[in-house]
C-alpha cells in the first residue's frame, strides 16, 4: 500500500517549535518532489514548503520563511519540516504530498498544491 503519513504534531506555546515527519511506506522518496501543505478552518489549503528530490531547491512561502526549514533524508524516505518561532497563526492540520521528480517546488507549492500522494494530516494548534 503505497501511503504517507504524517507525524510530530501537537500543541504548543506561540514561540515554541515543533518538527513535523513525513515517512512514505510502500515507494522510495528519492524520485519524488515533496511539499507540506496547510489547511486552517475556513481558510483554503496553503503551499507552506516544498523540496526538491535531490534536496537542492526548497520554497517556502513568505509567512513561514526564515522560521520554518524543510529538509529531507531519503535513506529514511522521510522529509522534515522543522517549524520554529510558531505564531498562533500557524494553527492548521499539516500535510504532506508527493508528486514524481519533474515536478518543480514552484509548481508544488503553488496553490491548490499538487500531489500524487497525501497524507492524512497532523494538528498543529500554538496557542497560550
Known amino acids: 500500500q503505497l501511503q504517507l503519513v504524517e507525524s510530530g504534531g501537537g500543541l504548543v506555546q506561540p514561540g515554541g517549535s515543533l518538527r513535523l515527519s513525513c515517512v512514505a511506506s510502500g515507494f522510495t522518496l528519492d524520485y519524488y518532489t515533496i511539499g507540506w501543505f496547510r489547511q486552517a478552518p475556513g481558510k483554503e489549503r496553503e503551499g507552506v514548503s516544498c523540496?526538491?528530490?535531490?534536496?537542492?531547491?526548497?520554497k517556502y512561502a513568505d509567512s513561514v520563511k526564515g522560521r520554518f526549514t524543510i529538509s529531507r533524508d531519503n535513506a529514511k524516505n522521510t522529509v522534515y519540516l522543522q517549524m520554529n518561532s510558531l505564531k498562533p497563526e500557524d494553527t492548521a492540520i499539516y500535510y504532506c504530498?508527493?508528486?514524481?521528480?519533474?515536478?518543480?517546488?514552484?509548481?508544488?507549492?503553488?496553490?491548490?498544491?499538487?500531489?500524487?500522494?497525501w497524507g492524512q494530516g497532523t494538528q498543529v494548534t500554538v496557542s497560550s
Open positions: 504530498a508527493a508528486d514524481p521528480r519533474s515536478t518543480t517546488v514552484q509548481a508544488m507549492c503553488a496553490p491548490p498544491g499538487r500531489g500524487r500522494y
Open positions: 523540496i526538491s528530490s535531490s534536496g537542492g531547491s526548497t
